[in-house]
Nanobody, 127 residues
Framework: QVQLVESGGGLVQAGGSLRLSCAAS????????MGWFRQAPGKEREFVAS????????EYADSVKGRFTISKDNAKNTVYLQMNSPKPEDTATYYC????????????????????WGQGTQVTVSS
């Protein structure tokens, strides 16, 4: 059974830093691309970042490019989202997700490409 458990959320000041983690179990983590999405109140869930199965290719939403970094540790079955210089508009619940398909060389950016989701972790950025 696929399990994705996010952690590391909380309150952070604008311009600070925060690292989110997503611990995965129940599948061959090293063989799947992973993604981070977020959802703010009253808004649709949106793509933040993704990483290929090997961890060597990454994709980012324009709104976070240059500030956030996604990484994948296949030895620890964990995917991370390093959030540097967060802004109040980054406030949202952040979700990690597992690609539906194995061995994808580029992490997908569309919600429909992901088949399993974590419960989410809340990130609040104060100004």
């Amino acid at each position: 059974q696929v399990q994705l458990v996010e952690s590391g959320g909380g309150l952070v000041q604008a311009g600070g830093s925060l690292r989110l983690s997503c611990a995965a179990s129940g599948f061959s983590f090293s063989s799947y691309a992973m993604g981070w999405f977020r959802q703010a109140p009253g808004k649709e869930r949106e793509f933040v970042a993704s990483v290929s199965w090997r961890g060597d290719n990454t994709e980012y939403a324009d709104s976070v490019k240059g500030r956030f970094t996604i990484s994948k540790d296949n030895a620890k079955n964990t995917v991370y989202l390093q959030m540097n210089s967060p802004k109040p508009e980054d406030t949202a619940t952040y979700y990690c997700a597992k690609d539906r398909y194995i061995l994808r060389g580029i992490g997908p950016t569309g919600i429909a490409a992901y088949g399993s989701w974590g419960q989410g972790t809340q990130v609040t950025v104060s100004s």
